[in-house]
């Protein structure tokens, strides 16, 4: 359990860690807070050449929140996020979210930008990001981008970031008004990667019917699910029980093959996906009620 | 073993505070922060468990946050301020924490204990009033295989009182 020889480089500019990506293309990998990373480098699963290290690259680190959203710094450090008093205030679904990532020892070390670009299919930030639509800023050798949610998880640990290209900042929008949030998640153990999770948010109609509805799963596929089928079996229905049954069962049952593994078969998954979107529309529809 | 083709000796100078003393010295960059602490400053207090980050052991404060100093580069904490179990106590007087687990048989084996100690430690030092969420969600990021984290639990709650009072 120790990692192979690599090579460590602290860049100080944007400009210089891109150039370093660019001349070790495909033999270097951007270092953050390492929370997934240096495991992967202990047990010698990744084996880079080299290591950019991003930490001593200014301007990397804060979290902004507005009318709009909550901008963030690639290198902000999750436990920044959540212990964000505007963060939980104005949007209590990322502080929640955020509560769910592993333990706080880790949270203190791991960053927003790196849990996005790791891009496990099990991790809570990326189905947020895509739930609500997250916008990501990235710069590499042609220059910066902003790249939607819904073109950024490829499959499994894949992005649609170039090898060059190196994520700076993500934007998350607030909720739409009148609506209900939920985060939803089963693991083993307190902090392990989730079995099965779901992020559903709910809008509602003045006369109580399901006005809109999003529904992310993760740990049940080799990216964050959009559950778009069900979504639309809701929409225009009553905030019921019947309905969020009905929607859990579509969703569960358009998962291709949800991954089979040591700690749940497939067939356990996909039913834990279909209890919890249950549960995560009755609870997100009953904050749209209060909202 | 074999060598591995790129198994060539690349080092970096680094240096750090450890319980108030300054350390600087030459190391690979694969070398992970516990195996710096243990191997090359001889703090064996910190100790090795699960290396991938899960088990809490070798936790230790990174500039005053509770991190896992097994997923850590020791080239990460270059420039940084650290503090180990090591500097706790004041001498041969305990700090409260560690009267606490004392007190309240919070150790069996010993092995996770200096990592439940600084976490507790870092959540002190943000609140002298955590709430029970609070307490539990800091030793969550810990295993014990001995005592059934009851009497941990215990000792976090005398640890808040012991601080208070002091």
Redesign the interface.
């Known amino acids: 359990?120790?990692?192979?020889?690599?090579?460590?480089a602290?860049p100080a500019s944007l400009a210089e860690a891109t150039d370093l990506l660019v001349r070790h293309a495909g033999d270097a990998k951007v270092?953050s807070g390492?929370?997934s990373l240096?495991?992967l480098?202990?047990?010698r699963l990744a084996r880079p050449?080299l290591?950019v290290?991003l930490?001593r690259i200014a301007d990397l680190d804060g979290v902004r929140a507005d009318a709009d959203g909550v901008a963030i710094g690639a290198m902000t450090?999750q436990?920044t996020v959540e212990l964000s008093s505007e963060v939980r205030a104005r949007h209590p679904l990322l502080h929640a979210g955020l509560?769910l990532i592993?333990?706080?020892?880790?949270r203190?070390?791991g960053t927003v930008g790196g849990s996005l670009a790791h891009a496990d299919p099990a991790a809570e930030l990326p189905a947020l990001a895509l739930a609500l639509d997250a916008t990501f800023d990235a710069v590499g050798p042609g220059g910066t981008r902003r790249i939607a949610a819904a073109d950024f998880f490829l499959t499994y640990l894949t992005t649609a970031l170039e090898a060059a290209e190196i994520l700076t900042a993500v934007r998350f929008p607030m909720l739409p008004a009148r609506t209900g949030w939920s985060i939803q998640e089963v693991a083993r153990r307190?902090?392990d990667f989730a079995l099965a999770g779901v992020v559903a948010i709910v809008g509602l109609a003045p006369a109580g019917a399901i006005a809109s509805a999003r529904l992310v799963l993760f740990g049940v596929g080799a990216t964050p699910i959009r559950a778009a089928a069900a979504e639309a079996l809701l929409v225009g229905g009553p905030a019921d029980a019947a309905s969020f049954g009905r929607a859990g069962a579509r969703a569960a049952g358009d998962l291709e093959e949800p991954l089979t593994d040591v700690h749940a078969s497939a067939d356990y998954r996909r039913d834990l996906a279909r209890v919890l979107v249950g549960r995560a529309l009755a609870e997100a529809a009953t904050r749209a009620r209060g909202a | 073993m074999t060598k591995?083709p790129?198994?060539?000796?690349?080092t970096?100078r680094i240096s750090m505070t450890v319980n108030g003393e300054r350390h600087e010295a030459d190391v690979?960059?694969?070398t992970?922060l516990v195996?710096f602490l243990r191997g090359t400053l001889g703090l064996t207090g910190t100790h090795v468990g699960c290396?991938?980050?899960?088990c809490?052991a070798c936790?230790v404060l990174?500039n005053g946050?509770?991190?896992?100093s097994?997923?850590?580069?020791a080239?990460?904490a270059?420039g940084a301020e650290l503090k180990t179990v090591e500097g706790l106590a004041d001498g041969a007087t305990l700090h409260p924490i560690q009267q606490a687990f004392l007190e309240k048989h919070g150790l069996q084996c010993g092995f996770c204990t200096p990592g439940f100690m600084l976490?507790i430690y870092e959540l002190l030092g943000r609140t002298s009033a955590p709430t029970e969420e609070e307490i539990l969600?800091?030793l969550?990021?810990h295993l014990c295989r001995c005592t059934g984290y009851q009497s941990i639990v215990e000792a976090a709650h005398l640890a808040v009182e012991k601080m208070r009072t002091r």
């Open positions: 359990m120790k990692p192979p020889v690599f090579d460590y602290t270092l390492g929370q240096v495991p480098l202990n047990m050449a290591l290290d930490a450090r436990r509560q592993a333990h706080p020892q880790n203190n070390q307190h902090g | 591995e790129n198994d060539v000796t690349i970096r690979e960059p694969r992970t195996d290396e991938h980050g899960v809490g936790t990174w946050k509770a991190v896992r097994c997923i850590m580069l080239v990460q270059d976490s969600d800091t969550g990021g």
